[in-house]
Structures are given as structure tokens and as C-alpha cells.
């Protein structure tokens, strides 16, 4: 078994799940609106960007996130030899 602890990179997909599903959420949004009002496409249009918006505004936070951790340093062998 390895020694090293698990990473806390495991958050990293439901995050970009996250990111995904609010481009996706206010489009379809914007549809229901556009449908029910007969107001074709402008609620699509600019929900669309909304959601692209806040989207990418979490991933650059997140990635900023991951930026900052810093790795911790491995221990190697003190003698120069292989482990």
C-alpha cells in the first residue's frame, strides 16, 4: 500500500459537474421562459450568458484553489540509493 495520504483533488469532477450543470440550467431556463411567454429567443440568449458567466467564474475560483495548494515534498531515500 502506498504511504502518501489520498489527495483532496477528488472534489475537482463534482465541481466541474457543478460548473456544467449551471450553463446547462439556465439555458433550459431561458427556454421555458421564451416558450411560455412567446418571446423568442430572448430569455435564451440572455440566460445563455448568465450561465456562461457564473460558469466560468467558479472554474477560475477553483482553479485559482487548486493554484495556491501547495504540493507537500516527498521524502526520498537519505543514502542516495533506490527505496
Do not use: C, W
Amino acid at each position: 500500500m502506498p504511504a502518501d495520504p489520498p489527495s483532496p483533488g477528488n472534489r475537482l469532477p463534482i465541481g466541474l459537474m457543478v460548473a456544467g450543470s449551471e450553463m446547462t440550467s439556465f439555458t433550459v431556463l431561458g427556454l421555458l421562459l421564451d416558450f411560455g411567454l412567446g418571446t423568442m429567443p430572448g430569455f435564451t440568449i440572455g440566460l445563455t450568458l448568465v450561465g456562461l458567466f457564473v460558469a466560468f467564474y467558479h472554474l477560475v475560483k477553483m482553479s485559482k484553489a487548486l493554484a495556491e495548494q501547495k504540493p507537500e515534498p516527498r521524502e526520498g531515500p537519505k543514502d542516495g540509493g533506490t527505496p
